[in-house]
């Protein structure tokens, strides 16, 4: 029996040790399932699977994607991690005697495949997000949190494209220069970025017009897409509502790189600091979250300029997250806290509902309205 001292509290048992132990190997390794993800999508294996009508062995995917037969053990501890991890799925081959696995696709894997995901391909997204330029920073996280830049923290908010505020975003601390640059200064980088955010757009549009959010488009004459991209967005309004008049305001080395394709959408090059075209709405996605509160509060000042009173119809419509909205299911809170983090390194943050509100109200609109239809992100319609 076991006597009960408080001088000992501290010790743990065996059960609680092996338990902290194991939490601890589970996070140190949370990196190489993002890393053997994107193994497997620039491998093509979803697409190999695909091809194969949604089930094939690990010869078939060798063979696909023209690996070396010995290459076969190796591959087989990457699909391991990516099955336990819910990516792909397993299946014992009939008759089970052969015994060789059968790997199949998940929710999760068809959408890293256009044929396989309804028209989704998400694995620019993937590109994006695991890409050296983002993951760099994050190695001077703690540092970036010493830096002691009180004093020019203290002095007024610098305006501008350029800053988040005074302080040096980790981002800045990591490559020298400011985290906007890159597109301009490093075109693959810029590629990945747009085509990353066309893909995303392309997806989370489908689901609103899905979900009736397709609603928040009914009524108006025209719409600008407030760091839009490559137009992905407006081409999807476009395309719903053909007699919506859709533009694209972008810094002019995304407007510079813009495919002559993207539907029935103009291109404008600017800075959504100094001016924003004129229109009956505003769509700003995923473009507030990569700004401070100060730069945000700038940013719908310029946006309420350009569009016309509620009474007429004027809105500024945001596809972003709202932290606690939606489901509370643990993978949406981890995935919505990841999120933010993630957004640390450009200075950018993900807000709770009460956030989004002092900006809006300190940008002068009076009222709005969150619909949490889009998974872990929400649709947010703001009112002058
Ligand atoms: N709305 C798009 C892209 C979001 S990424 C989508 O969701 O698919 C943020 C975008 O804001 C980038 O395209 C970036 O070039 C643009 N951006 C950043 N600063 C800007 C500025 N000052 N003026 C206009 N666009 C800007």
Redesign the pocket.
């Known amino acids: 029996m076991h006597e009960h001292t408080t001088q000992h509290s501290y010790e743990m048992s065996t059960e609680e040790l092996l338990q902290g132990h194991l939490q601890l190997y589970h996070h140190f390794f949370s990196y190489i399932k993002s890393m053997a993800l994107k193994c497997a999508a620039e491998l093509g294996i979803p697409a190999a699977i695909h091809r194969r009508g949604g089930a094939a062995t690990l010869r078939d995917i060798v063979a696909d994607v023209a690996l070396r037969q010995a290459k076969v053990p190796h591959l087989r501890r990457l699909m391991r991690v990516l099955t336990v991890s819910g990516i792909f799925a397993m299946k014992q081959q009939q008759p089970a005697s052969s015994g060789e696995a059968v790997y199949t696709l998940t929710p999760a894997s068809r959408l890293l495949v256009a044929g396989a995901g309804g028209g989704h391909d998400m694995s620019p997204m993937l590109r994006f997000l695991v890409h050296p330029t983002a993951l760099t920073p994050f190695f001077s996280l703690h540092a970036w949190f010493r830096v002691d830049d009180e004093e020019e923290e203290e002095e007024p908010v610098a305006g ?2 350029g800053g988040g505020g005074a302080a040096m975003s980790l981002f800045e601390m990591a490559h020298g220069f400011p985290r ?1 640059e890159m ?1 301009g200064r490093d075109a693959a980088y810029g590629a990945v ?2 085509e ?3 893909a ?2 392309r997806f ?1 549009m489908e689901v609103v017009f899905r979900e009736g959010g397709g609603d928040v488009f009914r009524g108006i004459g025209s719409l600008v ?6 137009g ?2 407006a081409a999807a309004v476009a395309a719903a509502f053909p007699h919506v008049k859709c533009s694209v ?3 002019p ?2 407007v510079r790189k813009a495919p002559p394709d993207a539907g029935d959408v103009r291109f404008v090059a ?5 001016y924003v075209p004129p229109a009956d709405a505003v ?5 507030l979250h ?2 401070g509160d100060d730069d945000c509060v700038k ?1 719908l000042r310029r946006c309420k300029e350009a569009i016309p009173t509620r009474d007429a119809g004027g809105k500024v419509i945001i ?1 972003n997250m709202v932290i606690g909205s939606g489901s509370q299911r643990d993978i949406f809170k981890e995935t919505q806290a990841l999120f933010d983090l993630y957004m640390m390194y450009i200075d950018g943050v993900e807000r709770e509902e009460k956030e989004w509100e002092n900006i809006f109200s300190k940008a002068g609109f009076s009222a709005y309205k969150i619909m949490p239809i889009l998974g872990f992100l929400s649709i947010i319609e703001v009112y002058p």
């Open positions: 501008g494209s906007w597109t970025l747009n990353a955010m066309a995303d757009s989370v897409d407030v760091g839009g991209g490559h992905a967005a305001l972008d810094l080395q995304v600017g800075d959504m600091f100094e769509l700003l996605k995923y473009v990569c700004f940013i596809i």
